[in-house]
């Protein structure tokens, strides 16, 4: 798993929460890291801040989205601090898989990343060809 969220509190609150989870997971600080990162590591999971320097989570987003040719499709969580009418339609617009938001809760967490990691089971070639 891949956090991108440019505020360093921010980072550490989602690390522990994931490690509760039993989860790990690295941390980026904006959108071009997280390019950069998905050169290096095939990441199932992103969890994607909206609101970032340099690149925001929207045209992360939808850069990761244009990606083909031996690219894994990552599902990619919005974490926003945004929770007004419209925000979940716009995150799922520029092609995030899911919304959880800020302050994020910990079951909501759980429940994110099970809606993950449950597409990504969905879609490996063993369980497509399972009878």
């Known amino acids: 798993m891949l956090i991108a ?3 360093a509190v921010n980072q550490q ?3 522990v929460q994931l490690e509760q989870l039993g989860y790990r997971a690295e941390a980026v600080p904006n959108g071009l890291a997280v390019l950069e990162a998905l050169n290096r590591t095939p990441y199932d999971i992103i969890l ?4 970032m ?3 925001d989570g929207f045209e992360t987003t939808r850069r990761i989205r244009t990606r083909t040719e031996n690219f894994r499709q990552p599902y990619i969580i919005a974490m926003t601090a945004q929770a007004m009418s419209g925000d979940t339609e716009k995150c799922l617009a520029a ?3 899911d919304y959880i938001s800020k ?3 910990l079951d909501a967490f759980a429940a994110a990343l ?3 990691l449950s597409k990504k089971v969905e879609t490996t070639p063993l369980n497509r060809h399972a009878g």
């Open 13 to 15: 609150v989602a690390l």
């Open 114 to 116: 099970a809606r993950g």
């Open 53 to 55: 320097p340099e690149m």
């Open 95 to 97: 092609g995030m898989n």
């Open 5 to 7: 969220e440019d505020n």
């Open 103 to 105: 302050p994020v809760q």
């Open 48 to 51: 994607m801040d909206c609101q």
